[in-house]
């Protein structure tokens, strides 16, 4: 076997004492730098973020309820009507013909039946009289005083008398019987015509319009779309492990896509969650209506939950291990794994309510560091916590 030369050798055994000393100073004496932050005092106001749209708790479609053609409008998209107002109207001339001719036909029936009202009046005077006649030729026909001949006349008049009165009273009760129909059917046609107006149902906005004039609508077919302006609200929908502290009253920003902001409060939570995106629908209201208002504009509401007065840490420092909630801490140059119990927090700091104290050094991003590693702590500066 060929030796090296003596240089070689010492130059060999060089680069392995290096090689050694760099292990033994990566294994036992070098601490990598770790951005840290030192926990202080401070009060976190809690926040819950999500997206929404403006919507309104009591949308209105109006629409006709009869067939007809749409002949007059009053109203547009835009315009604040009252309850009642007139909206549009629909072609009446053959409903109003028809109207016509029932309330003419129902005069006409009630002049018939006043005509045998009277008839009638007049045979239970002529039924009375005969009554009397037989009444009084029966007590001078028993003794004889009046012949046989006689007292059949007046007991025919009185049947004839009877016959008049029973064939009027049936008159009467059929023409009556005809009055009530005709009511109902002249009150039936002045409904129909009365469908032909528009009437709005509510105070409120017309948010839009769906026909023209000439269209020939259905029942059903919308003719306006319109919401009660006490009820528009955004319509978020917020992640269902932060619902625990959501409260009907919180108070709320909320951001219009169009850049308008306007305060609010959370006016109902609903209580079923989306399976898929494990999110719930928070309605939050306007303290003021948005001028102008736009249906279904995006927006962003951020509901204020709270105030916890606490060590405060960036939600970043936050990691689970092993189903625990923690942070990592330095100390002694070393990490440690601390349990912590969480507070609100606003979407950038948390509130620690349990497990830290000030003062202490916590690894601001944690990222794959192990607990029990060395490390040199670097503190970082408020301007850069943000970061």
Do not use: C
């Not at 609200?233 to 009253?249: F, M, P, S, T």
Request: glycine content about 8%; proline content about 5%; hydrophobic content about 40%.
């Amino acid at each position: 076997m060929k030796r090296l030369p003596g240089g070689k050798k010492i130059i060999l055994a060089a680069l392995g004492l290096i090689i050694i000393l760099a292990l033994g100073y990566r294994l036992f004496l070098h601490r990598p730098s770790v951005p840290v932050i030192q926990v202080q005092q401070g009060e976190v106001q809690g926040r819950v973020k999500g997206p929404g749209t403006v919507q309104s708790k009591v949308p209105v479609a109006i629409s006709p309820r009869i067939t007809g053609v749409l002949e007059k409008l009053y109203a547009d998209q835009g315009d604040r009507v009252t309850q009642g107002q007139l909206l549009a109207e629909l072609d009446s001339l053959e409903l109003r013909a028809r109207e016509a001719a029932t309330r003419a036909a129902k005069n006409r029936t009630q002049r018939e039946l006043a005509k045998a009202t009277a008839d009638l009046g007049k045979s239970q005077a002529n039924l009375a009289l005969a009554q009397s006649n037989y009444r009084r030729d029966l007590e001078v026909f028993t003794p004889g005083y009046i012949s046989q001949a006689a007292m059949d006349t007046t007991k025919a008049q009185l049947k004839v008398a009877e016959s008049e009165v029973n064939a009027l009273q049936a008159t009467v009760t059929a023409l009556q019987a005809a009055v009530k129909q005709a009511e109902s059917e002249t009150q039936a046609a002045q409904a129909l015509h009365n469908y032909t107006r528009i009437l709005a149902p509510m105070d409120g906005l017309i948010t839009s319009r769906k026909a023209e004039v000439g269209t020939t609508l259905s029942p059903g077919a919308p003719i306006f779309q319109m919401v009660d302006l006490e009820t528009v609200w955004v319509a978020a929908w917020i992640d269902a492990g932060q619902i625990a502290q959501l409260r009907e009253g919180q108070k709320a920003d909320i951001r219009l896509r169009s850049g308008r902001r306007f305060q609010g409060r959370v006016a109902r939570i609903t209580k079923e969650a989306d399976t898929v995106t494990r999110e719930l629908e928070v309605n939050v209201s306007f303290d003021k209506i948005p001028e102008p208002l736009v249906m279904g504009e995006e927006a962003e509401v951020t509901i204020t939950t709270g105030r916890h007065k606490a060590p405060a840490v960036p939600l970043t420092a936050i990691l689970d291990r092993q189903e625990q909630t923690g942070v990592l801490v330095v100390a002694q140059g070393r990490l440690d794994f601390r349990p912590v119990t969480l507070g609100l927090h606003d979407g950038k700091r948390v509130a620690v309510l349990e497990g830290l104290k000030e003062g202490e050094m916590v690894v601001a991003r944690p990222g794959q560091l192990k607990p029990g590693a060395r490390v040199k702590p670097v503190v970082r500066t408020p301007e850069d916590k943000g970061n």
